[in-house]
């Protein structure tokens, strides 16, 4: 049996992209987080009135041109370099392609590259967000 725990080649280098997505995919997350929030109660009562400070200052600070970025571009890029960074693991890794299969000590074993994956995710999922928003304003 293999063992679970080698040291991979490029793994500093995965975690790295992970972190660094993870980072460029914070601002949109919190900034949809507060938007959304700020509608579950009323103004005056917490977590709506933090949300709500939240909400105003970026629509008071955030330009047209920085939601763009914030909403689209960041996301964008964080979708197209996660997905490059999973493909290419995918072909290079023997052991990654085996590893679907198995259980929770993979989990470990490949703990950057589910941070990476759920980054894609999330940056997925904020790209149809704003894409929706933007059809139907």
């Known amino acids: 049996m293999e063992n679970v725990y080698k040291q991979q080649p490029g793994l500093l280098q995965l975690r790295a992209i992970a972190i660094g997505e993870w980072l460029m995919v914070l601002p949109a997350t919190v ?15 917490e977590p709506a009135r933090t949300s709500w400070i939240i909400f ?13 970025i914030l909403f689209i571009g960041m ?8 997905c490059t960074a999973l493909l290419r693991n995918w072909r290079k890794d023997q052991a990654l392609r085996n590893d679907v299969t198995m259980t929770v000590a993979i989990v470990r ?26 059809i139907t304003d």
Do not use: C, D, K
């Open 31 to 45: 900034l949809l987080a507060a938007a959304a929030l700020r509608t579950l109660q009323p103004r005056q009562y």
């Open 56 to 68: 105003e200052w970026t629509m008071t600070h955030v330009s047209r041109l920085g939601a763009v």
């Open 75 to 82: 996301p964008g890029v964080v979708v197209a370099a996660g």
């Open 109 to 134: 074993r490949h703990f950057a590259l589910g941070l990476l994956t759920a980054a894609v995710v999330l940056a997925g999922t904020i790209l149809a967000a704003v894409a929706v928003h933007m």
